[in-house]
């Protein structure tokens, strides 16, 4: 058998060049209604979300804010503005947006200069470069593209960086890294350690059902189940922890920790999930999410997929991102709130 590394990929952005679809109504009207209210958080995500077409606004207003806070060290402003640019199809000030983000360490932004330069093979080695830092973050799409850039060079290197991706359930890494494995195996450890990552991938990635069912000594009868098959429910650090671009989908918003949590357990049947304390003050302060996605067609189909009893309460995909900012507000408030009873006593 003819074993072939699964390339395409690697051309992905973290960002789709159309805008993506506008948020919910009422997620647009509570956002809004906070940034009525002053809270400065609130208005830099609004800012952002109506820049990138997610909600409805002002967009030039909401660009020269941005450019504004780009300025001022804003690093996920700059970020943003180099998705604008690169839509509008100016490589130029995208490079330069970039660039700036990714010195001040954003992993997006280094993934994305990475895939500039390796356009150009005078400056491939500085796209490998781009592709390690933001890798060495476990950005998911870095990961796969620098393990399957060093395949043919470094098989070591290329195995340890395809795991990153591959264990945080990015099917087509965990092809090439199953492929890796059946390509050169050094005996049937190797076979076995391919057959299960073939078989993690089979479900969402078509080309690795058939590279399974090919494996010499396959199994006549299901294949083995894929690493990480049950439920696990993960906290706020795993989540802030994720790339910021990827997707999840959050199926359940509420006032208690504990019955979401249940809710989990009960109705997902396998793979990441967190309940996170997203909005402190409100009523409905706890977020359920399930899964994370390189991209949104992804979570699109894995909601999709969800038992009937869950979809009824209208899950939606969001960006990783938006949690992640609400997590750090409520991080920076619980913060505040400890400094200033500290202050009082």
Known sequence: MRLRLWLFSVALLTFSLTPAAQLPEPVQRGLAAAVAAGDRQAARTA???IARGEMTG???????ALAAAARSGDTQAAYVLGVLAYRARDLANALAHWQQAAAAGHLDAHYNLALLLARNPA???AADAEFEAAARGHHVLACFALGTRLAAS????ARRWLECAASQGYAPAQFNLATLYARTPRDASGLEVARRWYAAAAPTFAPAASAL?????APASAAPSAPGSSLMLRD???VLAQPGAAYTVQIASGSSA???????EREVASGDAACVHEHPDARQAYSAIVGVFADRASAERARAALPASVRANNPWVRRLGSLQQSLR??????????DAHADSN
Do not use: C, F, I, Y
């Open 213 to 217: 069912a090919a494996l010499p000594g």
């Open 47 to 49: 800012d952002e979300l």
């Open 236 to 238: 706020h650090t795993w």
């Open 123 to 125: 400056t491939a080695n």
């Open 154 to 157: 470094d098989e070591p290197a």
């Open 58 to 64: 002002d967009a030039a207003a909401a660009r020269t």
């Open 258 to 264: 504990a019955v979401l949590e249940a809710m989990l």
């Open 329 to 338: 507000a409520a991080d920076k408030q619980a913060a505040s709130g400890a």
